[in-house]
């Protein structure tokens, strides 16, 4: 039974091998054998090859899917002409508001490559800060959606800058704590597969030196030539992150440890094998792998950061709200960089329309703004008020912004203003008051206590690590904030020019 079952199984791989080099472009079929000779030399040779395990991140996107596509024509051809053939260790980045579109596309493309059943692959996510294998199916634990909250809230608060600012960089952080996980599961690994293009590679290398740098995190080889110091140091980043974001201070400062007589962990770039320039959105690979189009990834594909409809809407709400604008004048805003982005990536103009198009009557916005506020309350748990009180951050600096905030949008408190002050500096207060500012805010109260103690970090500390989080987008470049997003700082007022 055993043989008749293995050979059902060759006979399926093989078949999932056939299907999946008819759909990959002439390029992507061309470069197959140079990639397959890449591996082959990094393992120390086609004897080694069985033993040899890969690390690769899947963010949901197209170039990450189409990035797995190659590698695993890699993989079941080697299998199908040599003894064996490599591990492939597959870490998913399940981001908090990724759509149902994005995980269904992940689930279809794992499945039309057969990845599930093969023992040679391991598909894992991150849940409550624990390894599990990857299951589209599976919920969000309370306690993971509490924390994302959490983060999502207080980030808010203490940056009050742009809607878009901090939602790119700090996904990377996710990223790396996953990839550091990952390492150790199971018996290790001993390569990451990237197929990030080179000037990504080069700007996010550059980006997480200088963030050790500024927080003093040694390791004991250079980021750029071992894989392993770059996750420790990025996973340590992360947990200073938290810290910060926490008002946590530690009393003995952290350096990371590690043997330094064990061989570096490679980098195996694939990316000028992978990535077919002549046909960056292959339709033909697209429907073999089962991938839909996402409308709430209109602005790019890095499905695993921010999700662009909750941005949109986000600088929707900051026009209505914070700059006494239109909610349409900030969708609009956020679209036109939204399109200047998509012509960057050279999407095609009839994508461009599509994705944009669905936003331009008066009656679409409404569509997509009660869209926008379904993944917020699915992602975070949050409503369109708690997001309104995010934006106008109104308990730091000891409640700044605190009457201003209840004069634009809930004048009925403005009675009880003194006992929220009293309740923010942990005095006496009524319960119902404090149960409204814990309802409004979808903070804890010993949470809003610690807000009301700190200071912004774009004042209190412009060199912090959450400071230079937030000054980056996801593509890792510097944000170019206007000065009006800081002027309440000084000025305690929304919209002071």
């Not at 690390?55 to 079941?76: E, I, P, Y």
């Not at 046909?279 to 990834?297: I, K, S």
């Not at 700044?400 to 009880?416: I, Q, S, T």
């Not at 814990?438 to 009301?452: A, C, E, F, K, R």
Request: charged share 20%.
């Amino acid at each position: 039974m055993g043989s008749i079952h293995d050979q059902a199984m060759q006979y399926i791989y093989q078949q999932v091998l056939q299907r999946l080099l008819e759909h990959l472009s002439q390029a992507q079929r061309a470069s197959l054998q140079l990639l397959i000779q890449r591996l082959i030399v990094a393992a120390g040779g086609i004897e080694r090859i069985a033993g040899f395990r890969l690390l690769t991140a899947h963010d949901g996107s197209q170039a990450a899917s189409h990035a797995l596509a190659c590698l695993r024509a890699a993989q079941l051809s080697l299998a199908a002409r040599s003894p064996g053939t490599f591990q492939l260790r597959i870490g998913v980045v399940r981001q908090p508001g990724m759509s149902t579109t994005a995980l269904s596309n992940l689930e279809q493309g794992f499945s039309a490559l057969f990845l599930h059943d093969d023992p040679r692959v391991e598909l894992l996510m991150l849940d409550d800060q624990q390894l599990r294998p990857f299951d589209s199916r599976h919920p969000v634990s309370a306690s993971q959606q509490q924390a994302e909250r959490n983060e999502f809230l207080l980030f808010g608060h203490l940056l009050a800058g742009l809607p878009r600012a901090g939602f790119g960089s700090h996904g990377y952080l996710r990223l790396a704590e996953l990839c550091w996980q990952a390492l150790g599961w199971r018996g290790g690994i001993d390569a990451i597969i990237s197929a990030q293009p080179l000037p990504e590679r080069r700007r996010y290398l550059a980006w997480s030196r200088r963030a050790l740098r500024e927080e003093d995190v040694l390791s004991t080889r250079p980021i750029h030539s071992c894989a392993a110091s770059l996750c420790a140091g990025m996973s340590e980043l992360r947990q200073r992150y938290l810290e910060q974001l926490f008002g946590q201070t530690r009393t003995v400062p952290s350096a990371l440890t590690g043997d330094y007589c064990a061989p570096a962990m490679r980098f195996i770039t694939i990316d000028d094998l992978v990535h077919d320039p002549d046909v960056p959105h292959d339709e033909r690979l697209n429907r073999f792998l089962g991938c839909r189009f996402d409308e709430q990834y209109f602005a790019g594909d890095r499905s695993g950061t921010a999700n662009p409809l909750l941005l949109a809407h986000l600088s929707g709400l900051h026009a209505q709200f914070i700059e006494d604008s239109e909610y349409r004048e900030g969708v609009d805003a956020y679209l036109r960089r939204a399109r200047l982005q998509m012509q960057s990536q050279g999407l095609p103009r009839a994508l461009q329309n599509r994705s944009l198009g669905r936003w331009q009557s008066g009656e679409q916005v409404q569509q997509r703004r009660a869209q926008a506020n379904d993944v917020a309350s699915q992602a975070y748990g949050l409503s369109e008020a708690q997001l309104v009180c995010k934006l106008f951050a109104p308990f730091v600096s000891r409640g700044l912004r605190l009457e201003v905030f209840l004069r634009r949008c809930h004048p009925g408190m403005l009675v009880a203003l003194p006992y929220l002050h009293k309740a923010l500096q942990q005095l006496p207060a009524p319960e119902p008051v404090v149960q409204w500012m814990v309802d409004i805010s979808g903070l804890s109260l010993p949470l809003l206590q610690m807000l009301y103690q700190r200071e912004p970090q774009a004042c209190a500390r412009p060199r912090s690590l959450l400071a230079q989080i937030q000054r980056r987008g996801a593509d890792l470049r510097q944000l170019r904030l206007p000065a009006t997003a800081w002027a309440w700082l000084k000025a305690g007022q929304p919209g002071t020019h």
